[in-house]
């Protein structure tokens, strides 16, 4: 049975489907997506960071630091400028970053 809207065939846009997949994606792939994309810089260096704990109720999320970033005095400015700003900004709902 095919859905109708109105008594005329439905088919979704490409934009609607789009959209009802990225609001299923949860907020820890997207921080994780968002961590992609500084994850070659960090790596360039010989570190990286990962998700430690994700709350989607709170908004809130750890991430520690690995590796060569992990003793890095350096690795405070990554993680304030490159880090938290990105999530920020791609995941807006994340409330708290907490460097662990």
Do not use: H, W
């Not at 490409?14 to 994780?32: H, K, P």
């Not at 570190?47 to 005095?73: H, K, W, Y």
């Not at 920020?88 to 994340?94: G, K, L, Q, Y």
Request: with cysteine.
């Amino acid at each position: 049975m095919a859905l109708r809207v109105n008594d005329a065939p439905y088919a979704p846009a490409s934009s609607d489907i789009i959209g009802v997949m990225s609001e299923t994606v949860n907020m820890r792939s997207r921080i994780e997506r968002a961590l992609d994309k500084v994850r070659p810089a960090l790596r360039a260096d010989g570190g990286d960071a990962r998700v430690v704990e994700c709350d989607e109720t709170s908004g809130r999320v750890s991430i520690e630091m690995l590796g060569a970033c992990g003793g890095c005095p350096l690795s405070q400015l990554d993680f304030v400028y490159a880090i938290e700003t990105l999530i920020r900004r791609e995941v807006p709902e994340v409330r708290d970053i907490v460097s662990v």
